[in-house]
Structure formats: structure tokens, C-alpha cells
């Protein structure tokens, strides 16, 4: 337990290095205690050490954590059917989504949409449809369509999120307020990217989110740009 409370509050502080160490020996620890591979307490450590080889720029690495993850839940889920509990189906959809993010932030997009979608899946046998663990996967599915040149789909899913995260106030609102944006600009709708922009800064205003009012900053910034480029 003090292994796993250092490594991870190395991993927290950005120490990668210290918490690779760190989780590697939780993880020679709890093996060496009888853990078997394939258990919950082990993939979640091997999914941390993805993500840290990820932030490491180790690639191969990277991509064999996460392959192993999403199998090893995968063999899982189909071998207990109806029968999986709740934490082997909810870090099932978790490793899905860590992976697609690591493909998407390498250009595969098929992979990564493939990803997202059983993510989603997932999330919805989990969570339900409108919960917001469900819509953040969603959104990310959005983007992905996006860059495929899929925008009339991307903008459909994300005016969706908008409105059921509208009815419930949620807290991603302007992150899907922001992405509708930049998929609207993308797609040449330079007035509509704009209102939803301008929205989501005052929406992350009114929730005190500095990350998502810089995001709509840089948005609007990006709008106003384009637009001095079409006055020129």
C-alpha cells in the first residue's frame, strides 16, 4: 500500500520516472504474492505504466500496455457474460478509452474510433446513457469524426450532448459547447462556431472552470483570425 501511495503521488506530481519505478515494483510485489495476471489490481497498475510510457514518448511500450489491458478485460468480460461485476466492465471501458486517446493522438483514427465506440458501449452497460462518464466518451468520439471529415455526424452527436447536458446542468457543457465549436469552424460554419465559443466562456465563468474559459478563449481567438484572413 505505501508503494502504490508513492507511486502515486510521484505520477500526480509529474515525477515519471520515480513513479514507473514505483509501479513496477507494486506490481513484482502483488505478482510474487500469487496476483494473478490477469486480475483487476494488476491491469490497473499496467494501465498506469501505459500512460506513464505514453508521457515518456515510449511508444512501443505505450501501445503494448494498453493492447494488454483492453485484451486481458476483453477475455474477461466475455468468458463472465451477464455475470461480469461492475469493476471489470467499468475498467474494461476505461482501458478502451486510454487507448483510443493514445491512437487518436497518433493519427489512427478507424482504431480509435473503433475504441471509443466499445468504450461507449461500456460506459452505457456501466453507467447508463446520460451519465456524464458516458457524454465525455462521446464527445471524444466527436472529435474523431470530426477529423475524418465527418462533421454533419460529429455535430449531430455533439448538439445531443448539448442538449441533455443543458437539462441537467452539467459540468462539461462548455467542453462540449467548445468542441461543437471547433468542429463547426472546421467545417466552414464560422457565425454558429462563434456563438457556441462566446457561450461557453460565459458558461465556464458562471462554473469558475479556468481550463474550459481558456479553451473557449483560444476558440474565439482562432475565429477572429480566420476571420481577418476572409476581410483581407
Known sequence: HIYTLLANTALERGFLGQAERLFTEVLKRILAGGEPQDSNAVVEISLKLAEIYNRQENLTRAEQGFEFCTKTQQIKVEKLGSAADEDTLALYGLSLDRKAQFLLSRGRLDEAEAAFRLAIDLARRVHGDRHEQTRV?????????????????????????VKEAE??????????????????????????????????????????????????????????????????
Do not use: W, Y
Open 167 to 232: 437539462e441537467v446542468s452539467c459540468q462539461f457543457l462548455p467542453t462540449f459547447l467548445i468542441n461543437r465549436g471547433i468542429v463547426q469552424l472546421r467545417a466552414g460554419l464560422s457565425g454558429a462556431a462563434e456563438d457556441d465559443c462566446r457561450r461557453a466562456q460565459d458558461e465556464a465563468g458562471h462554473r469558475r472552470d479556468k481550463e474550459a474559459g481558456q479553451e473557449a478563449k483560444e476558440c474565439l481567438n482562432e475565429i477572429m483570425k480566420i476571420a481577418g484572413l476572409i476581410k483581407s
Open 137 to 161: 466518451i462521446q464527445n471524444s468520439l466527436a472529435t474523431v469524426l470530426s477529423l475524418k471529415g465527418e462533421s454533419e455526424s460529429a455535430i449531430t452527436l455533439l448538439s445531443t450532448l
